[in-house]
């Protein structure tokens, strides 16, 4: 059913917590598994030109360090794994992605480096709204419901 998963991967603690679901769903469908990365660089603040132009490569460095460490874990599993870092806006690069390559599945974490993404708009709402394929979304942070009036009482 699913022979290609999708997994942008933004090389926080939080996003490689969904690795063990996508690399049990890997493994149950024989699928390949692709990470992406996308590196956005937007000038913030006051920079020297010269540390302007360098933070694209500087980026790009860092992705393909932190992406070939995880798609090594992956491997390890015995799953078939690539990975690549692209450029621009994130969740319009995955979605386009996963569109030219035909990906049967989106799998990625509700939460990666902007933990309180939620309030603004996350890149995972943005891909489950648009993307051309399955999302599955992987709960990354727990969540603790309120106490009810009876419970302060117990």
């Known amino acids: 059913m699913f022979k290609k998963i999708?997994?942008?991967y933004d090389g926080s603690e939080l996003a490689a917590k969904a690795f063990p679901t996508?690399?049990?769903?890997?493994k149950a469908f024989n699928a390949k598994v692709t990470l992406v990365h996308v590196c956005y660089v937007e000038?913030?603040?006051e920079a020297t030109p010269g540390v302007i132009a360098t933070a694209p490569a500087a980026e790009k460095k860092v992705c393909e360090a932190f992406l070939s460490k995880a798609g090594k874990?992956?491997?390890?599993?015995?799953?078939t794994t690539?990975?690549?870092?692209?450029?621009?806006?994130?969740?319009r690069e995955i979605i386009a992605y996963a569109d030219k390559e035909k990906m049967d599945l989106?799998?990625?974490?509700t939460h990666?480096?902007?933990e309180v993404a939620w309030v603004l708009g996350s890149t995972a709402e943005?891909?489950?709204s648009h993307a051309p394929v399955p999302v599955l979304l992987i709960r990354v942070m727990e969540f603790k419901p309120p106490l009810l009036k009876e419970e302060y009482f117990l």
Do not use: N, S, T, Y
């Not at 996508?22 to 890997?26: G, N, Q, S, Y």
């Not at 874990?73 to 799953?79: L, T």
């Not at 690539?82 to 969740?91: F, S």
């Open 73 to 79: 874990e992956f491997q390890d599993q015995g799953i």
């Open 43 to 45: 000038a913030v603040g």
């Open 126 to 128: 943005r891909v489950v």
């Open 6 to 8: 999708l997994v942008p």
């Open 106 to 109: 989106i799998a990625m974490a």
């Open 22 to 26: 996508v690399m049990e769903l890997a």
């Open 112 to 114: 990666g480096k902007g």
């Open 82 to 91: 690539e990975w690549l870092c692209l450029d621009g806006v994130p969740a």
